[in-house]
């Protein structure tokens, strides 16, 4: 009897240490997630001057941006950095605000609408249609920080007749800036905005240079 009434004592010492031992954990685990550090959302900035340009209407010419394509490795929410040779460094608590290739896509055509002086520009994808005299696409190859201090955007692009999807001009460049102390992170975003300033200036470059709309004929 005294046997059984051990027996029994132990299998509900085990049964209620299960018990109490579970929220335990659970408790334990939502600490540990409390204590972790809040994370930093950013996002790119325009060209000084597009910020501050006040209200445009109309425009000579109709531009299409897209689609902007990025590697997997850089769509995600984390900032990524490159560290020492081929490793890619994610950083968990430095964040973006929305999507790298929205952002991206947003402030190209805020600096392409000052540079070029139209308001007549369409992102793609879209539903909405109008006529265009351009389209341009891109390949992000390289949008991230460097071991060596700066901020790197290599992209291979291309201006398309938009009736007939032929190719105007196609280049691939390569653009460096060095952060600014204390190089952080927000000294990271802004210079891989001030890299893509000089692709959009690159690009309205080019724009200019070519007849437009229907005089690609």
């Known amino acids: 009897?005294?046997?059984a009434r051990t027996a029994g004592r132990r299998r509900l010492g085990i049964v209620l240490h299960g018990i109490w031992s579970r929220p335990l954990v659970w408790m334990l685990a939502v600490a540990g997630c409390a204590g972790s550090?809040?994370?930093t959302f950013f996002s790119l900035s325009p060209l000084p001057a597009a910020a501050g340009q006040g209200a445009m209407t109309g425009g000579a010419l109709g531009i299409g941006l897209g689609p902007v394509t990025f590697p997997a490795f850089l769509d995600r929410p984390q900032i990524v950095s490159r560290d020492a040779g081929?490793?890619?460094a994610v950083d968990e608590y430095n964040r973006w605000g929305g999507t790298i290739q929205d952002d991206f896509l947003r402030v190209w055509s805020e600096?392409?609408?000052y540079?070029?002086?139209t308001s007549r520009?369409?992102?793609f994808p879209?539903?909405?249609r109008y006529p265009l005299d351009f389209r341009i696409t891109a390949d992000i190859l390289t949008f991230e920080g460097t071991p060596g201090g700066e901020?790197?955007?290599k992209v291979r692009w291309a201006v398309l007749d938009p009736m007939l999807e032929q190719a105007l001009a196609v280049h691939e460049n390569t653009y460096r800036q060095p952060l600014r102390p204390p190089a952080d992170q927000a000294a990271l975003i802004a210079a891989m905005s001030a890299t893509l300033g000089a692709f959009s200036k690159d690009v309205a470059a080019v724009l200019r240079t070519l007849p437009k709309g229907g005089d690609h004929l």
């Open 126 to 128: 879209s539903e909405v």
């Open 86 to 88: 081929n490793r890619l």
């Open 121 to 123: 520009i369409l992102l």
């Open 115 to 117: 540079l070029v002086g």
């Open 151 to 153: 901020a790197v955007l």
């Open 1 to 3: 009897m005294n046997r």
């Open 111 to 113: 600096n392409l609408s």
């Open 37 to 39: 550090p809040p994370s």
